[in-house]
């Protein structure tokens, strides 16, 4: 069955470029019905949405992080990944990949989820 | 962005009885062409990643048990637990995704009374 695993750095300094990557396993990335996304729980907080990306390369952000995250895709490697730059203490944060399903006229939900990665924004 | 409002924050409910989480959309999520709710709900308990319990605003994902129903339609949408059992204690979000960016409501907290 699908699984999703998030690898990185469990710590970044203010200012720096926090950088994630997710593995997908038990099926291929290269699927037609689906975008792959990230997406972020402060601490004790909500889930905010950061961004998706098709297999081809086609991505969609969240406009409030003003540009800082980059969504990239491999898939030869079967794994897609985010860099989110300048980051501050607000970017401490539970980092979520997830499988989200996509029809033609737009993305949907969040079918699998990785188990999460907490990154921690100090000096 | 399209605002979700879940209500209320918490609740407190005794086994066995019956849970209503609320979530309200700043606009319609209802897609007139196809007329589909784009709408979600997730479970999720401490220390694990939320888990999709509907989609389409009343669709059981596979495995969700049929206590968890799902209704509403355009701007107001409710999230039901029929008959609470131990193992439902979680927090509940809701989820459009009629706009980009896709956006959460703020999570509704259920505990047992």
């Known amino acids: 069955h699908l699984q999703l695993q998030e690898s990185g750095p469990g710590l970044a300094k203010p200012s720096e470029t926090l950088s994630l990557t997710c593995t997908v396993s038990?099926?291929?990335?290269?699927?037609?019905?689906?975008?792959w996304g990230w997406i972020r729980q402060p601490p004790g907080k909500g889930l905010e949405y950061i961004g998706s990306?098709?297999?081809?390369?086609?991505?969609y952000y969240n406009p409030s992080l003003k540009s800082r995250a980059t969504i990239s895709v491999d898939t030869s490697r079967n794994q897609f990944s985010l860099k989110l730059s300048s980051v501050t203490a607000a970017d401490t944060a539970i980092y979520y990949c997830?499988?989200?399903?996509?029809?033609?006229?737009?993305?949907?939900?969040?079918?699998?989820w990785g188990q999460g990665t907490l990154v921690t924004v100090s000096s | 962005d399209i605002v979700m409002t879940q209500s209320p924050d918490s609740l407190a409910v005794s086994l066995g009885e019956r849970a209503t989480i609320n979530c309200k959309s700043s606009?319609?999520?209802?897609?007139?062409?196809?007329?589909?709710?784009?709408l979600a709900w997730y479970q999720q308990k401490p220390g694990q990643p939320p888990k999709l319990l509907i989609y389409?605003?009343?669709i059981r994902e596979s495995g969700v048990p049929d206590r968890f129903s799902g209704s509403g339609s355009g701007t107001d949408f409710t999230l039901t637990i029929s008959s609470l059992q131990a193992e439902d204690v979680a927090v509940y979000y809701c989820?459009?995704?009629?706009?980009?960016?896709?956006?959460f409501g703020g999570g509704t907290k259920v505990e047992i009374k």
């Open positions: 606009q319609s999520v209802l897609y007139s062409s196809n007329n589909k709710n784009y």
């Open positions: 389409w605003a009343s």
């Open positions: 989820q459009q995704y009629y706009g980009i960016p896709v956006t």
């Open positions: 038990g099926g291929s990335i290269r699927s037609t019905s689906h975008y």
């Open positions: 990306i098709y297999y081809s390369g086609s991505t």
């Open positions: 997830a499988r989200q399903y996509y029809e033609s006229i737009g993305l949907g939900w969040f079918d699998t």
